[in-house]
């Protein structure tokens, strides 16, 4: 079974410039993540869809940043316009379950996005 | 709110070693669950446990052991006879119940460099 893939493994723009990225859950799984973690910082949460809808957007830091997941399968975050402290590596998760309880979310090989 | 702290920035070891990896935790629900993931070169986060509030078993897994204390508020990970392929990042994480989807606030991560 195919994990959580992630496009680009590394990308890196300049400041204005927008960048997309996108996370292919796992085949099945509901429940879609994105992270980010600012170097030597810890791993924040951006926002979680269920299917196609988001559940909870509010670790989203500002109008820049826009996800999307329609059809529920595969999500897009794009960053328009990128500044300077929008670098970091960008985490998708997946996980199978939805409503309560502890599921396990399996995490992507996340995306380093560098802006100059 | 929730807090993870991961105090140990990096830690360095020599093979055959034992190492913890200190977590303390802050929340005031009583329902919650703790985690560890381990992020190797490779870039993704592998998870590797949790434990929930109300089981305070420690748990050994191969060389791996948790130390999960309620009273303490700590849920250390401990590592046996250190191999070089435990190089790592180690993120410990907690989620609340009372946020619906569980999701996990993490701590800044350990660095693990283990020498041959």
């Known amino acids: 079974e195919a994990g959580v893939t992630q496009f680009p493994s590394h990308s890196v723009i300049e400041k204005g410039q927008t960048v997309t990225l996108r996370c292919d859950p796992i085949?099945?799984?509901?429940?879609l993540y994105w992270y980010r973690r600012v170097m030597g910082k810890e791993i924040k949460f951006l926002l979680h869809f269920v299917k196609e809808s988001k559940q909870d957007e509010s670790g989203m830091p500002n109008n820049r940043f826009l996800a999307e997941r329609t059809g529920g399968t595969y999500s897009t975050l794009k960053v328009q316009p990128a500044e300077l402290e929008d670098s970091g590596v960008y985490f998708c998760a997946s996980s199978a379950l939805t409503g309560g309880g502890s599921y396990e979310q399996y995490f992507g090989p996340g995306t380093r996005l560098t802006v100059t | 709110a929730q807090k993870v702290t991961q105090a140990q920035t990096e830690i360095s070891v020599v093979e055959k070693e034992d190492v913890t990896l200190d977590c303390v935790y802050e929340t005031r629900d009583t329902t919650y669950y703790l985690f560890w993931y381990k992020q190797p070169p490779s870039g993704e986060l592998v998870f590797l446990i949790r434990?929930?509030?109300?089981?305070?078993q420690n748990e050994i897994s191969g060389r791996y052991s948790w130390n999960f204390q309620k009273s303490t508020s700590s849920f250390n990970f401990t590592i046996t006879a250190s191999q070089v392929v435990d190089s790592a990042v180690y993120f410990c994480?907690?989620?609340?119940?009372?946020?619906?989807?569980?999701?996990?606030?993490f701590g800044r991560g350990t660095s693990l460099i283990v020498h041959p």
């Open positions: 434990r929930n509030s109300f089981d305070e």
């Open positions: 994480a907690l989620s609340e119940a009372n946020r619906g989807s569980y999701i996990p606030t």
């Open positions: 085949s099945g799984h509901d429940n």
